[in-house]
């Protein structure tokens, strides 16, 4: 697939058709790592991070834990 740039500001944008964004899981809301190995440009979802992991489930935990207490507190 060829694809050009687009002006955006005073940068460039380069748009992602639906179908690639959905084959991958991405919104807008998905971080992605974007590196070069010098000749090629490299754009993929990043991988969570082991600290982001471990807030992920420490989290859930807390949710399982005292959801109704949150859910009390938030009415």
């Given at each position: 697939m060829i694809k050009k740039l687009t002006k955006h500001g005073n940068s460039l944008a380069l748009?992602?058709?639906r179908p690639?964004?959905?084959l991958l899981h991405i919104d807008a809301d998905t971080p992605l790592d974007i590196s070069?190995?010098?000749?090629?440009l490299l754009?993929?979802?990043a991988k969570p991070s082991a600290r982001r992991a471990k807030f992920?489930?420490?989290q859930a935990w807390a949710h399982r834990r005292y959801g109704n207490a949150f859910q009390k507190l938030a009415e």
């Open positions: 748009v992602i058709d690639i964004l959905d070069t190995d010098g000749t090629q754009i993929a979802p992920g489930a420490a």
